[in-house]
């Protein structure tokens, strides 16, 4: 009877223990093919329209029609971002839409601007969002010193599979 | 004191002057009466011991006036009711527990293994503030039911950044998305 019993429970665990589903997520996404996507998206702080002074790197993954959506709290600003990447084989359609608020500095003034555009790219160039708009680039001839900080978010969409051979 | 000389008015009347109960003019009057009356004093100070006795007298313990209880009717050859049999404690041999739980186990195996398509077991992680990459951590056997889950998420895990603070920022133009190098 005890053998029998440990038998049993035996069976039991290895039973259980079956990789009876896909539980690896490299062979799961192999499931659907390219279907996934690999969203990377690099926000920076720009100082004098050339020299990054910070940044942040973010990596997400979708597939076609889901958004990345971000959001970036600063000490007078709100930025929400949202990135939507209909794939087309080699080619996608990036829908992208920006809100902005800002509280103008020594100013109780709060402005908002919104941002929305479909930009169609191939898979792994890369778009930038400027949420504070796209500085055009002035140097100060006595200061030899260019604008001021400005804000950037460069996204980058390729298929996941392609993202984890990378790695 | 009987219940009976207790449900008396003057009794009443000396439950509420002890408790404080009269008013200013009824406690003067009953106070004077009980200068000059030797019986009133007496069953005053009959009721005050029994309030001091009350007071002293801790919570009652239910479990200890119970068992008091059963022990006066167990010698009137009464017998405590036997619970329902619904509420009655059951012992079981460990062997046999042990049995059904491998039985239990053993089936549950055998539905995971040939039942029907198992679905996602965890929800997709949260990325920190920034540098982590969202991983999917899911369980399918069919990627039609993942694309569908895949779909069905809701776009809540939105993620946060913080910006450098003692930055503070500026409208140069107009929010743009353009491919890099414009």
């Given at each position: 009877m005890k053998?029998v019993f440990?038998?049993f429970a035996?069976?039991a ?155 | ?62 479990q200890?006036?119970m068992e008091?209880?059963w022990?006066?009717?167990s010698?009137?050859?009464f017998e405590q009711q036997r619970p329902n049999w619904w509420s009655r404690p059951v012992a079981v041999p460990f062997s046999a527990v042990a049995a059904a739980f491998a039985i239990l186990v053993l089936v549950g ?74």
């Amino acid at each position: 009877m005890k053998h029998v019993f440990i038998v049993f429970a035996g069976l039991a665990v290895m039973l259980s223990a079956a990789p009876a589903v896909a539980d690896d997520v490299d062979e799961l996404l192999e499931l659907f093919g390219e279907d996934a996507l690999h969203v990377s998206i690099d926000a920076r702080v720009v100082e004098d329209g050339e020299r990054t002074v910070w940044n942040m790197e973010l990596t997400r993954v979708t597939i076609s029609g889901r958004s990345v959506q971000v959001r970036l709290d600063g000490e007078n600003i709100v930025v929400r971002a949202q990135f939507t990447p209909y794939r087309n084989n080699e080619s996608l359609l990036l829908v992208a839409q920006g809100q902005t608020w800002l509280k103008v500095t020594d100013s109780d003034e709060l402005r908002y601007e919104t941002a929305f555009e479909t930009v169609p790219i191939e898979l792994g160039e890369t778009v930038v969002f400027y949420p504070l708009g796209q500085e055009n680039v002035t140097m100060d001839l006595d200061t030899k010193r260019y604008g001021t900080i400005n804000l950037e978010l460069e996204i980058t969409v390729i298929p996941y599979l392609q993202a984890v051979e990378k790695e | 004191m009987s219940l009976e000389d207790m449900r008396s008015p003057e009794d009443t009347r000396l439950s509420a002057y002890l408790d404080d109960e009269l008013s200013v003019s009824e406690s003067q009057r009953l106070g004077d009466r009980l200068q000059q009356d030797a019986e009133l004093q007496d069953r005053y100070a009959r009721l005050r011991g029994v309030q001091e006795f009350l007071r002293s007298e801790g919570d009652p313990s239910f479990q200890e006036a119970m068992e008091r209880t059963w022990h006066r009717l167990s010698l009137r050859n009464f017998e405590q009711q036997r619970p329902n049999w619904w509420s009655r404690p059951v012992a079981v041999p460990f062997s046999a527990v042990a049995a059904a739980f491998a039985i239990l186990v053993l089936v549950g195996g055998l539905l995971i293994r040939f039942g029907g398509p198992t679905y996602f077991s965890a929800e997709p992680q949260q990325a920190d503030r920034f540098g982590d990459t969202v991983e999917l951590s899911a369980h399918a056997r069919e990627s039609e039911e993942l694309l569908r889950r895949l779909s069905g998420w809701e776009s809540r895990d939105e993620v946060t950044i913080q910006l450098p603070e003692s930055r503070t920022f500026e409208f140069v133009g107009q929010p743009v998305i353009v491919p890099a190098g414009h």
